[in-house]
């Protein structure tokens, strides 16, 4: 019981920072119908310039700083990047984010290297907060909730209450009819795009103590990001928040359970062959739960694209 | 006239002194591992060692016959994959060189030492050697053992046994928690684990024994609650690069304080990344030491090298030994161009490492036998690795480790 406790904590950090990159994704892709194959990359950028600060400043400088200077690079790439791409239709734009994510990759290593970086957590947070039953919680764990929650209840604000927000959504459906209102829709495009990228840097400074900052981060990340905004409903900020909880719980207890196919076939009533090592059907008898957790939120991608195509939450009807 | 011909003569003799110098013979050593992608710093840094151990123990000093001839390292980028090495290998082929080395990953070694052993074939007369200086998967020195290879690492059987040397000394450890990569070399790990644990202390309990997806898993977390779960005294991996920093830090994070016996769990940001919190708890088992330096040549070898290059770790000791080892046997043979001589002079030679002490190559199965230690990570260390203050010291000491490990080699030789 203590350790399911424990797991549904670890699952709800491992979602929430899930949600803070996805959000970012399906906000850009709801304004501009952009899928953003660099947004990872902005994740990865977000970390690297975070620790790069932290060496002068400390952890809270580089906390705050690196993703306004994320969300700067990012709204400097729509402006003068994406924008000049758009014009061509969706399949440039795709090449260009795919471009753009091979080109931060390697910037990255052009000038920090290829190994991980020492990127640590800052010291005032480096205690546990708790313990339950001998595993403890790291409060700087605590403190990723925070930011997270804190985050989505901004943005939700934002979109909902605001007259930003009111603007942002009618020029999701009517850009024309907002822009002859005297609205600047590529300005709001374009700040769309930088308070994105900047999220994806945030989440980058936040998880890169945890999860390591090297080279590869952004791609460890870019696929599964995509699942969840997939599975969530592209554009939907209630998906995305649903979906990545719903993925961090799934990948956490798949890894803590050890379930095997040996269990669950005996259950239904199968016999183990006498020699398993020789059997055609070794591999299915020998699989566990945890080998089987890093597919799980693919099968449930495409268990959603079945069922209910729009995702969870979507509302699109195309 | 007199002019024309004083100069034709001068520029004769400049000629000929030019020629002079360039007729010291060079002798290259292809060097076969990934300088670029992901696991480019594994092979900088190797290639350095090899660069400083030619350097300073064959090249200044004239080692290799009588000064008469120099080693020198040919870079071969292989990406890490073994397709790709398997054209550079040609390639090294075609440039005329018959000495290859290439230690990272053991799928790439296998790739290698297979066609190695198909050129040899074909090609009895103009024979290729294979240096393999740290791809540790024990079959190569077994079922696929062949006479052209040799390897200079300590095999992951051979440090299982000395790491298991270690835990067994422990009377505190009664829980072992292993947990590896979900592939060949986890797997090998994994099984010398429970076969010596259970050899050598059958009284220790294995809580768990799992393999989790190479390079996929994104959070280590619930791996580290199941072993503070599981009541582990003691975890053992053989994993390497992110998984290793991964699986280290998430299972500290956890709060587990008890020691993590690793492979791989230093140099290359590892050190640096686990900082502080895996001082005293993080050892490694490998061959040879850096901390203490065993000799006073070692201190002055290890001092050199941070000088010439002093953004990268003397992380993998053993290799160090390549260079020497193979100029002793051109120096038997009396030339470089016998390959079959070398290799035969190189089979059963004894050698006086300056870091791995006594290391002889086994004649059996070519599997080099030397000091592999247990060390430990802590900020007294004379060596630090990464810049970071902190390094491994040895702390457990097997002089010729597994000296009497049977092979299941059956050397064929030509």
């Known amino acids: 019981m203590a350790l399911f406790l424990v797991n549904v904590l670890d699952g709800f950090v491992t979602g929430l920072l899930l949600f803070m990159l996805c959000s970012g994704l399906t906000l850009i892709f709801s304004m501009m119908g952009v899928l953003n194959f660099a947004h990872a990359s902005f994740y990865m950028l977000g970390a690297y310039f975070a620790y790069q600060i932290s060496l002068v400043t400390g952890f809270w400088a580089g906390l705050l700083i690196a993703p306004l200077i994320v969300g700067v690079i990012g709204a400097l790439i729509e402006r003068y990047g994406l924008r000049r791409v758009h014009k061509y239709g969706h399949v440039p734009e795709l090449i260009f984010t795919f471009g753009l994510a091979l080109l931060i990759e390697e910037t990255v290593q052009f000038f920090w290297g290829k190994s991980q970086l020492p990127f640590s957590e800052p010291a005032a947070l480096d205690f546990a907060a708790f313990a339950i039953a001998g595993n403890a919680f790291p409060a700087y764990k605590v403190f990723m909730i925070a930011v997270a929650m804190g985050i989505f209840l901004t943005l939700l604000y934002i979109l909902t209450k605001t007259r930003i927000g009111m603007t942002i959504q009618a020029a999701l459906s009517y850009p024309e009819t907002v822009q002859n209102l005297g609205h600047n829709v590529p300005l709001v495009f374009m700040c769309v795009f930088g308070v994105g990228t900047a999220m994806a840097g945030l989440a980058g400074v936040i998880a890169g103590p945890v999860l390591g900052v090297f080279p590869g981060m952004a791609l460890q990340l870019g696929s599964i990001v995509f699942v969840t905004i997939v599975i969530g409903g592209l554009g939907s900020l209630w998906g995305a928040l649903v979906a990545s909880l719903i993925i961090g719980w799934l990948q956490t207890f798949a890894t803590a359970y050890d379930i095997t196919a040996e269990q669950v076939l005996t259950a239904i009533g199968f016999t183990k062959p006498e020699l398993i090592w020789d059997h055609p059907l070794q591999d299915l008898w020998t699989l566990t739960l945890p080998q089987l957790g890093p597919i799980l939120p693919y099968l449930l991608m495409i268990i959603v694209l079945v069922l209910r195509p729009q995702g969870l939450m979507g509302n699109r009807e195309s | ?414």
């Not at chain 2, 540790?136 to 390897?151: G, I, M, S, Y």
């Open chain 2, 1 to 414: 006239m007199n002019k024309f011909n004083l100069m034709m003569a001068t520029a004769l003799a400049a000629g000929l002194a030019a020629g002079a110098a360039v007729a010291q013979e060079k002798v290259r050593i292809a060097f076969i591992d990934p300088l670029s992608g992901p696991f480019a710093t594994t092979g900088t840094q190797g290639l350095a060692i090899y660069r400083h151990s030619v350097k300073e123990l064959v090249n200044e000093p004239g080692a290799l016959l009588d000064g008469q001839a120099e080693f020198e390292m040919v870079p071969f980028d292989n990406k890490i994959s073994a397709k790709e090495s398997l054209i550079q290998l040609q390639v090294a082929m075609d440039q005329g060189i018959r000495i290859i080395a290439q230690g990272a990953s053991s799928g790439v070694a296998n790739a290698l030492t297979e066609a190695v052993a198909k050129h040899n074939r074909r090609n009895p007369d103009d024979p290729v050697i294979f240096l393999n200086h740290s791809a540790v998967d024990p079959a190569l020195t077994n079922d696929k053992c062949q006479f052209w290879h040799f390897r200079f690492d300590a095999n992951a059987d051979i440090k299982m046994d000395a790491l298991t040397d270690d835990i067994a000394a422990n009377p505190d450890i009664k829980k072992v928690y292993v947990i590896g990569q979900d592939y060949s070399f986890g797997k090998a790990v994994a099984a010398a684990a429970q076969r010596f644990l259970k050899e050598k202390r059958p009284d220790i309990e294995i809580v768990g024994n799992e393999l989790h997806p190479i390079g996929k898993v994104k959070d280590f977390t619930p791996y580290a609650r199941k072993i503070v779960g599981s009541g582990a005294d003691a975890v053992i991996t053989g994993n390497w690069g992110g998984d290793m920093v991964g699986l280290g830090k998430a299972v500290m994070g956890a709060g587990f304080d008890k020691p993590i016996y690793t492979y791989y769990g230093a140099t290359s940001g590892i050190t640096a990344a686990f900082g502080e919190e895996g001082d005293g708890i993080v050892k490694l088992v490998g061959a040879g030491q850096v901390n203490p330096a065993p000799t006073p040549e070692a201190q002055e070898f290890i001092e050199a090298f941070y000088v010439s290059f002093p953004d990268l770790d003397f992380g993998q000791p053993q290799m160090a030994n390549v260079a020497p080892m193979l100029a002793a046997a051109i120096n038997e043979v009396g030339n470089a161009t016998d390959i079959k001589a070398i290799a035969y002079a190189l089979e059963g030679m004894e050698y006086d490492s300056i870091v791995t002490g006594k290391t002889v190559m086994r004649e059996s199965d070519h599997q080099a036998i030397q000091t592999v230690t247990v060390q430990g990570q802590t900020p007294e260390a004379a060596f630090e690795y990464d810049k970071s203050g902190r390094g491994m010291v040895a702390e457990t000491v097997v002089e010729l480790a597994s000296n009497d490990a049977p092979t299941t080699c059956e050397m064929k030789r030509p």
